[in-house]
């Protein structure tokens, strides 16, 4: 018993350091931090082993799920995290890394992090949170204004005022889309005479009350996955989330919108949102905003534009025309931890009218009372950290024209990496660039040539196997390690059917024109290997068959 | 023109700088991060200025909307947010600050956090994460395993299953609880038959399918605010969050949820889901989970607990008893960035059934692909970092007896706590503490004598002058800067009505029972202010009236 209480005494003491020492920069984990402070990137260069473990091999390494009952000298963990998980992480921020949305990171955001999880604030409140508070509402207000260039009037009563906010602050893009739906739908279905509004009555009473059998969400083919969350999580469903086709550069067909506007109301479906996108996830363009903000005018509903990816655009002044009709959007959505730069986490919604997060207002009695300056009274999310000072720091930082300046390098590069595509013989670029995301393909010139000649059967054939090929050459790219591209599935013109492509998004700023031709090489010696050789030349026996047998070169005449 | 051009050259290479230079140990960020890493306790104490400025004057700080054209210098930019920002923001580590959930972290959770911003990963699939997606498979596992008590052969059979998860992480207890009742909704409204499910069909049809007007939530008046967002998100409406009065200890009444539910079902309303509470935000209170569990299953409908706060008492074996019952809970909801002592932006929901979440599965051409173990197909979230990271240190570094410990000390410096305000003349406990936290408010004991003869109307005007009395007690408190408790208003016997009290959380190891007399004796000094005892004297006047007048003391007589 005497025994049990030293033990405990003695583990009550070590608890406490644990709260009280800091780690001794000769630790293995101050060696680590200080290691990071001083050269991140050499860090990760060194740290994270490029050639890659298979996924069933490191799962063996965090199988057990039982909570260890003694604690761990911080030490061993850190060896532990060393090996097994730094290690086999992947290498987000190398300038070959060009197949995720993920860059590198500017060296203050890291600092400025450890400062901001050091003092560990709640936003959901003031009092968690104080000048965060205002330092978030002012994150807002820069980016509504970036959005929606109001006037310093309207800044000036909006920024600060204790009833409104003019957007929300999220922990990623999903979530921003999925408030502005929110929002789009409590708005439509808002209190009018005895009907007490959808908050509170919920969304069958809502339909009743407006007369109609469900509410539609339209967006094209390339509209992020997240709208098909928000369809079912605000109980419209996937159904009423209506896709709508595209032209050939991905943008969405205006004609076929309307059409199929017509048919919903015919079936006596209302449209709740029209979903404009500002840098698909696949392809990085931009459909016509303004042509859309017309529609959705016409139609009086919500017009929400997802510039999760693309939004930054704004700040370059030779290609911000790209996304003009912006400002006529109900709703924006904008990821800070994808083009402003931020660590993963921090995304934001933006509504043009400040006082429309009404509709999804709450409050409680502890918190969010009526009044109060508490920004959670707006938020989907409760609890939240103070990522609001990365982007502000960016802003800061980094300044309007500096972030134009890495736009414009994202958007150059990728169209030099469209023109070596296109140059090449053995690449067929699948989509276009306006931004800086493109796919293509792994495709020899003649066999193009051939597919144009080709019966539907045919081509169908190439393609799956061209697919396969594409998709092993992803794979094989992938699990060497030095480079990557990602890949997805796209309808491409010519072609009426899906094909598998490379996508390749250019936002790091340290990938040079030499690191593009290195991944376009390192591909061709990858389709060299035996089972990829295999495939085309399956593809080289149907291309012989669409062209005919070949030209015999008659031995005897010589 | 070439001016420009230079100009241009130069913000190019110093972008450049922004990406590959870290900050100089010698600058003023390089110096903000050493003392932090030092000594995190004593930058927080130097930086944080104690008094508190108007949140007015702060705001002026925050007030443009515009976002600078050109850059700043991160020395600059520092110093800024220095002063403006870390001294005017609020130290929610101190021992002394015990209004909130936020505690101080545990040393290592900087250096770690750290690393996980270097690294960005993104958790919302393998091929951005890769290590990280089987570690935070593990850590859902472990917590799962803390709550259902399965056996290793269930864990081996689904802790990397490439088509289920055993739970979600999520950016905090808000999207745990929405997705547990996503989840719950979307189990109930199953496909089957013609039927394919609210998924798809939308909850409208679904209510036909059901055959049934609505479906409800039913929880106790102590239930989180999030349950609302989530009755109105989901499409349900706050109409049907059901709320069921408590017992003396802020438990759920079972006899009046009964009847509720019989009352719904003669209005053709059907549970949706039963949520108990395994620690009320306001109270620390724990619902009979057991009792709710068989009327659950009597229901046959979906049982939820909200363990954000009370989760980790699993921990301690002496406490562990108060959630008896848990384990019979089809979802759990559990907060890591409280009593796990994770910074700000963690929670967690593990479901019973590892297939539960097929119910708002989803996938993408270019990710979350059928088969593949990328978690983001069963999140609400997309794009997430890697905070299981520091979930993982957590449960490996302190260990199930570290944890088991620090609940422990909470729960028994409640108890101190509650002792010394029962032993105080001056203030009377609110809630009797089961887990850390309380609440009380200041009403000297005659006063509470007096009430218990009031008429009804006497006694409400006590407590509303009362309600000043705390409400501004609190306030000057919190403005001193001191120390700090939050306020909430509860109904609470003997009185009928809801009133003002002062509420506690007691999770913060370095809070010692010094540190809690001085909070109750710096609570005694502030009520001898002006405004507050002319409160005071306003109560004394009622009293007289209540007792009659003071029996009158012959001066006569000697």
Redesign the interface.
């Given at each position: 018993m005497s025994k049990n209480r030293e033990t405990?005494r003695a583990?009550?003491e070590?608890?406490?350091r644990?709260?009280?020492?800091?780690?001794a920069?000769d630790s293995t984990?101050?060696g680590?931090?200080q290691a990071?402070?001083?050269?991140?990137?050499g860090?990760?260069q060194t740290h994270i082993v490029a050639l890659?473990r298979s996924?069933d091999e490191?799962?063996a390494?965090?199988?057990?799920?039982?909570?260890?009952?003694?604690?761990?000298?911080?030490s061993e963990?850190t060896e532990?995290?060393k090996e097994?998980?730094?290690?086999?992480?992947?290498h987000?921020?190398a300038p070959g890394f060009i197949?995720?949305?993920?860059s590198?990171?500017?060296?203050?955001?890291?600092?400025?992090?450890?400062?901001m999880?050091?003092?560990?604030?709640?936003l959901v409140k003031?009092?968690?949170?104080?000048?965060?508070?205002?330092?978030e509402?002012?994150v807002l207000?820069?980016l509504?204004?970036?959005v929606y260039q109001n006037d310093?009037a309207f800044?000036?009563r909006w920024?600060?005022n204790s009833e409104h906010a003019l957007g929300a602050f999220c922990?990623?893009?999903?979530?921003a889309n999925?408030t502005a739906l929110?929002v789009a739908r409590?708005r439509l279905c808002s209190p009018s005479g005895t009907f007490?509004g959808?908050?509170?009555?919920?969304?069958?009473?809502s339909?009743k009350h407006l007369g109609c059998?469900?509410l539609a969400i339209l967006v094209s083919r390339r509209g992020?996955?997240?709208l098909?969350?928000a369809a079912?999580?605000?109980?419209?469903?996937?159904?009423?989330l209506t896709k709508i086709d595209t032209d050939a550069n991905n943008r969405i067909d205006l004609k076929q919108l309307k059409e199929t506007c017509r048919r919903l109301q015919d079936e006596n479906i209302r449209p709740l949102a029209l979903v404009g996108i500002a840098g698909t996830?696949?392809t990085g363009n931009v459909d016509p905003l303004q042509e859309m903000a017309d529609f959705a005018s016409e139609l009086g509903c919500h017009f929400h534009v997802d510039a999760a990816w693309g939004g930054p655009t704004l700040f370059s002044e030779r290609n911000r025309y790209l996304l003009d009709g912006i400002s006529r959007a109900d709703s924006v959505t904008l990821?800070a931890?994808k083009q402003l730069y931020v660590?993963?986490?921090a995304g934001m919604v933006v509504f043009k009218d400040p006082t429309a997060q009404s509709a999804?207002e709450?409050?409680?009695?502890?918190?969010?009372r009526h009044g109060s300056?508490d920004l959670g009274s707006h938020t989907?999310?409760?609890?939240?950290?103070?990522k609001a000072?990365l982007v502000h720091?960016g802003?800061?930082?980094?300044?309007?024209?500096?972030y134009e300046?890495?736009i414009d390098?994202g958007i150059e590069r990728a169209m030099t990496y469209a023109e070596m595509i296109r140059q090449h013989p053995d690449f067929e670029l699948t989509s276009t660039p306006q931004l800086n995301i493109l796919t293509y393909r792994y495709c020899p010139e003649h066999v193009q040539q051939t597919l144009l000649r080709a019966s539907e059967e045919q081509r169908l054939r190439v393609n799956l196997l061209l697919d396969q090929v594409n998709q092993l050459l992803q794979k094989d790219q992938?699990e060497a390690g030095k480079t990557?591209v990602?890949?997805?599935?796209?309808q491409v013109s010519p072609y009426a059917e899906?094909i598998t492509v490379l996508?390749v998004v250019l936002a790091n700023?340290?990938t040079t024109d030499e690191i593009l031709e290195s991944v376009l090489a390192e591909q061709c010696l990858i389709v060299l290997q035996q089972d990829i050789q295999a495939l085309l030349k399956q593809v080289e026996t149907i291309c012989d068959e669409i062209d005919g047998p070949p030209v015999e070169v008659c031995a005897e005449v010589n």
């Open positions: 405990a583990t009550l070590n608890l406490y644990i709260f009280t020492i800091p780690e920069p984990l101050g680590i931090d990071i402070s001083r050269d991140v990137a860090f990760l890659e996924l490191i799962e390494d965090f199988s057990s799920s039982i909570i260890p009952e003694e604690p761990t000298y911080v963990y532990f995290v097994k998980l730094v290690a086999q992480s992947v987000t921020a197949g995720h949305m993920t590198a990171l500017p060296y203050f955001m890291l600092p400025l992090s450890r400062l999880t050091a003092l560990n604030q709640n003031v009092e968690t949170s104080k000048a965060f508070t205002p330092l509402r002012q207000a820069m509504h204004r970036l310093n800044y000036d920024v600060h922990s990623g893009g999903t979530i999925v929110w409590n007490r959808i908050a509170h009555e919920g969304l069958a009473r339909l059998d469900g992020h996955y997240s098909g969350k079912d999580l605000l109980g419209l469903g996937r159904d009423n996830t696949e990821d931890h660590p993963m986490g999804i709450h409050h409680a009695a502890y918190i969010l300056k989907l999310e409760g609890s939240r950290p103070g000072l720091a802003l800061s930082i980094i300044g309007r024209k500096g300046l890495l390098l992938r990557f990602s890949r997805t599935r796209l899906e996508r700023p340290l």
